[in-house]
C-alpha cells in the first residue's frame, strides 16, 4: 500500500502563485509515476499534470502547460507542483495522484485551491 499526505494550496488572486506538495510513504518504491488532477464543480477529474518518478518525463495538460511546473524529490518520493499565472478556472480540488508499476493506483485526500479575479 501507498499513503499520500497532500499540503499547500489555499487562494490567491489571478496572477499569483500557488504551490502543492504531496509526500508517499508506504510501499514507495513500487511508485512509477506521480501528479495531480483536478476536479472542478460539474466536471470530471482530469489530469493536470504528471511526472515519472525514474526517467522524471513530465506530461502537462494543454491549458497549464508554460504556467505550472511539477518536480519530484526522489529521496523523499514528494511531488511538488508549483502553479504560477494562476487564472480563475485554475481553481477546484486538486488531487495527488501515483501509479504504481503494477497498474495500482492511489489518490490523496484533495485539496481546495481557489483562484479569485
Known amino acids: 500500500q501507498i499513503q499520500l499526505v497532500q499540503s499547500g494550496g489555499g487562494s490567491a488572486q489571478a496572477g499569483g502563485s500557488l504551490r502543492l506538495s504531496c509526500k508517499a510513504s508506504g510501499e514507495v518504491l513500487r511508485v512509477n509515476v506521480m501528479g495531480w488532477y483536478r476536479q472542478s464543480p460539474g466536471k470530471e477529474r482530469e489530469m493536470v499534470a504528471t511526472i515519472q518518478r525514474n526517467v522524471e518525463f513530465r506530461k502537462y495538460a494543454n491549458d497549464v502547460r508554460g504556467r505550472f511546473t511539477i518536480s519530484i524529490d526522489k529521496a523523499s518520493t514528494t511531488v511538488d507542483l508549483q502553479m504560477d499565472s494562476l487564472k480563475p478556472e485554475d481553481g477546484g480540488t486538486y488531487y495527488c495522484?501515483?501509479?504504481?508499476?503494477?497498474?495500482?493506483?492511489?489518490w490523496g485526500r484533495g485539496t481546495l485551491v481557489t483562484v479569485t479575479s
Open positions: 495522484y501515483v501509479k504504481s508499476y503494477y497498474g495500482q493506483e492511489y
